[in-house]
């Protein structure tokens, strides 16, 4: 069965402090790997799409890297402000989404 | 430009009743979903819209209905609330059934008692 692992499940930072999220899946054929950002009390905000082993997309202080059974969402010299859940998704040959549990993040000024 | 818009924010049902969570699109998006988010576990996709015209059910459809009614609109609803339907359901639309990232709307906040 296809499903999404993300770890770890809460990660606190202090500013500044670089680290990484990580999400391992297992899917029947991948056609795209979703990150996106999430604040308490609204929806998703989508971030990044990945679709092959070895691209990578930035966006300000977010990496985001794609291996054959993982991803990985770097966050370079992060704020307060980039305090969220941060959730991942695959999207299966069968046109299914399947979505992780989140990484929390909390960083401390 | 909304995005993808959601009504009501919150609700408050007694078991049994019934109720209509409504979702719009202003992006010209053929797929549109309904998920629900619970503690620990994830998005869950209720039904989708691959285009208009079509419903599928999708992970967990048991106790609920959908109507897309024209490209704009899909909705939801729950026939006889249940509280097992405590939840924050998410609307998302998608421009093509096949390809591309999901957009969110704001989410509704149901609670059954």
């Known amino acids: 069965e296809d499903q ?13 402090e670089s680290s990484s999220l990580n999400c391992s ?33 930035e966006k300000e202080r977010l990496k985001a ?17 980039d305090s969220a859940t941060y959730l991942c998704a695959v999207l299966n040959t069968g046109n299914q989404f399947y979505f992780g549990t989140g990484t929390s993040l909390t960083v401390i000024p | ?23 719009a699109q202003d992006m010209n998006h053929n797929s549109m979903y309904w998920y629900r988010q ?29 109507s897309r009614l024209n490209k704009r609109e899909f909705s939801l609803r729950l026939e006889s ?12 639309s998608r421009a093509l059934a096949g390809a591309g990232e999901q957009y969110f709307g704001p989410g509704t906040r149901l609670t059954v008692t």
């Open chain 1, 4 to 16: 999404v692992t993300q770890s770890p499940e809460a990660l606190r930072l202090q500013e500044g």
């Open chain 1, 25 to 57: 899946y297992t899917v029947s054929g991948l056609r795209g790997l979703f990150w996106y950002r999430q604040d308490p009390g609204k929806g998703p905000e989508f971030l990044f799409t990945l679709y092959s082993a070895g691209e990578e997309k």
């Open chain 1, 65 to 81: 890297t794609l291996t054959k059974k993982e991803s990985f969402l770097h966050i370079t010299a992060p704020k307060p402000e």
């Open chain 2, 1 to 23: 430009n909304a995005g993808v818009t959601q009504t009501p924010k919150f609700q408050v049902l007694k078991t049994g009743q019934s109720m209509t969570l409504q979702c």
């Open chain 2, 38 to 66: 619970d503690p620990g576990m994830g998005l869950r996709l209720i039904y989708y819209s691959a285009s208009e015209g079509t419903t599928d059910k999708g992970e967990v459809p048991n106790g609920y209905n959908v």
């Open chain 2, 81 to 92: 609330a249940a509280p097992s339907q405590t939840s924050v359901y998410f609307c998302a």
